[in-house]
Structure formats: C-alpha cells, structure tokens
C-alpha cells in the first residue's frame, strides 16, 4: 500500500512557502528602497557641490525668478502644489562649471525630484544661508545621507540630532530632506 501525504502535510508545506515569499518579497522591497534613496541623495549632493562650485566661481548664486527651481528635470520636481518647473537660465548658467544631475527617483506620486530653493532672507543659525537644496526619499523617517536643517523656511538651524528635516511628510510615508548650500568660509 503506497503513502501518500496528508492534508495537513500539504497544508503546512504551502504555509511555510507563502512565509518565505512574503519574506522574500519585503526584502526585496526594503533593498528597492534603499536603491532608490542612494540614488536620490547621490543626485542631491551632486547638485548641491555644483551650486557651490557655481558660487565659488561667480561669487554670486544662480539667477531664479520664483524662488525655487527643479534641477532633476528629466524625472521632475514635485510637492503638494503639484509639478515644479525648471529654469533655462539657471540651466544655462549652472552649466558653465558642469552638469548638473537630471534625473533621480520620484518618493512618490505627489513628492520627489531634487529642489534648488532661494530665499534672500533666510537665516541657518541666524547667519545668512539663502541657498538650500530639497529632496524627498522614500520611506518615512528615512536617513538623508547629508547634514540637515530643521525646515526649509526663511529661519532655520542646523540639526545634529536628526537625520531628516521632516520625517513622514503629511503622513505619506516620505522623508523632506533640507541641506544648506555652503559658501566659501561658512
């Protein structure tokens, strides 16, 4: 007489595969993530360096006329107000010390693209710091990859403690991520 299995055989057998690929499958998601967020904070910080070799340069900041422009034009800009424009000139004029990064990976449907944000009256730790360059990363409460400030209003400070500017955006599950342009000796 041939034994075969039983159902509760059968029936742990298929419990213990679906573990393993939900396992497997939020694993994957988690190193997605992190890919992502690399990748976000590696276009960030190049912008960031460009700007200040433009400052360097010029000893003066890029032209914009709306106070903030998206540099990641090829994936775009976007905040709760909706898509970002770019700026020919700023473009252009970044373009003489280099090539700015053009694309980067959106956080999501509504946030994401890395920001070029001027505002002639901010202060960072009450010193004039009117340059800051915005992202967004997947994740909430995800780690910016860089020194942060507090928020990207006109007076903000430096933070030592946290690793993000906001960590869960409008309860989205994004990170704002806020990082002060530094000119030479500050």
């Given at each position: ?24 499958v939020v694993a994957y998601n988690g190193v997605q ?58 473009d252009t004029e970044v373009a003489r010390v280099g ?70 955006v409008g309860s989205s599950g994004s990170t704002l ?10």
């Amino acid at each position: 007489m041939k034994r075969g299995f039983t159902i509760v055989e059968l029936l742990i057998v298929i419990v213990v595969i679906a573990i393993l690929a939900t396992i497997s499958v939020v694993a994957y998601n988690g190193v997605q993530q992190r890919a992502s967020n690399t990748a976000i904070i590696d276009a960030a910080s190049k912008a960031k360096r460009m700007i200040e070799v433009y400052i360097a340069t010029y000893d003066k900041y890029p032209h914009i006329v709306d106070g903030y422009v998206c540099i990641t034009t090829t994936t775009s800009c976007r905040n709760n107000s909706g898509p970002m424009a770019s700026t020919p000139a700023f473009d252009t004029e970044v373009a003489r010390v280099g090539s700015l990064p053009r694309s980067a990976p959106l956080a999501s449907d509504v946030r994401g693209g890395v920001t070029y944000m001027y505002n002639a009256t901010r202060t960072i730790d009450g010193v004039s710091a009117p340059v800051v360059i915005r992202y967004y990363l997947l994740g909430a409460y995800s780690d910016c990859g860089m020194k942060v400030i507090d928020s990207d209003t006109s007076q903000a400070a430096s933070t030592s403690s946290n690793k993000y500017t906001i960590g869960d955006v409008g309860s989205s599950g994004s990170t704002l991520c806020a990082v002060k342009v530094s000119v030479s000796g500050t």
